[in-house]
Nanobody
């Protein structure tokens, strides 16, 4: 069993930055693929970025390319999402998710574990 705990959300003005963190407990992230999704009320959960924890291969949705960077710290068993040049449309609840096997998927149903989410609010 893997427990995921997100942190780093908050409220910023447009153009600002936030760094989200996803820490795992219960086991290491080795051989897992870790992703960030976001979801607005009443909408589907959308893929934002993902990383293969062992290989470090990264993937992004088009709307965040060039503005966001996903990274991992093997020693801390933590994945980060650095978000820069934030826009009001980035306002959502952000969720960390993990799937066994280390393979990239961008659909929520492919993930085995989820955190509780952290709120990001960007004001104009």
């Amino acid at each position: 069993q893997v427990q995921l705990v997100e942190s780093g959300g908050g409220s910023v003005q447009a153009g600002g930055s936030l760094r989200l963190a996803c820490a795992a407990s219960g086991r290491t992230f080795s051989n897992y693929f870790i992703a960030w999704f976001r979801q607005a009320p009443g909408k589907e959960r959308d893929f934002v970025a993902g990383i293969s924890f062992d290989l470090g291969n990264t993937y992004y949705t088009d709307s965040v390319k060039g503005r966001c960077t996903i990274s991992r710290d093997n020693a801390k068993n933590t994945v980060y999402l650095q978000m820069n040049s934030l826009k009001p449309e980035d306002t959502d609840r952000y969720y960390c998710a993990a799937r066994r096997g280390g393979i990239y998927y961008n659909t929520p149903g492919a993930y085995d574990y989820w955190g509780q989410g952290t709120r990001v609010t960007v004001s104009s």
